[in-house]
């Protein structure tokens, strides 16, 4: 897995050499790009690793997902609260995005590792399967 990552970023210079040379900015495209760099990252490692101990280390990641996205709305009321009594736009960002990207990179474990053994969410695990269409309806 973490050769994976060594890879990724390898391929990533060759191909986006100006991504890793450029000074970070407080622009929305540079907030947004410290949360999906890492996201990809994973989701890659963990699509090209997927064939090793797949079934075990996709309940964890399936598992530890789901339990994220359990927490995840209650954790964002408590910045917003937060923020209702500091106001301060820039630490409700940052620790919103952290938040957002944790969760996102737990999505991206198991979609990776998914699409690493070309099976679906509703064929490894019912039960997340349908634990995840109800919180989209």
């Known amino acids: 897995h973490e050769l994976a990552h060594v890879h990724d ?3 990533l210079l060759n191909m986006l050499p100006e991504e890793f040379s450029r000074k970070s900015t407080s622009s929305m495209e540079d907030r947004l790009h410290k949360i999906s760099m890492p996201v990809w990252s ?3 490692a963990c699509r090209v690793t997927a064939g ?16 994220a996205l359990d927490n995840f709305p209650g954790r964002i009321r408590e910045e917003i609260t937060s ?24 999505a991206a474990y198991a979609i990776g590792h998914l699409a690493g053994i070309e099976r679906s969410i509703e064929d490894v695990s019912k039960e997340a399967y349908e634990a995840l269409k109800f919180r989209t309806q």
Do not use: C, P
């Open 9 to 11: 970023f390898r391929m």
């Open 42 to 44: 994973e989701y890659y």
């Open 52 to 67: 090793i101990d797949a079934e075990s280390t996709l309940s964890g990641y399936i598992e530890t997902f789901l339990s």
């Open 83 to 106: 923020y209702q009594h500091h106001g301060n736009v820039d630490l409700l960002w940052n620790e919103v995005s952290q938040k957002f990207g944790l969760l996102f990179k737990f």
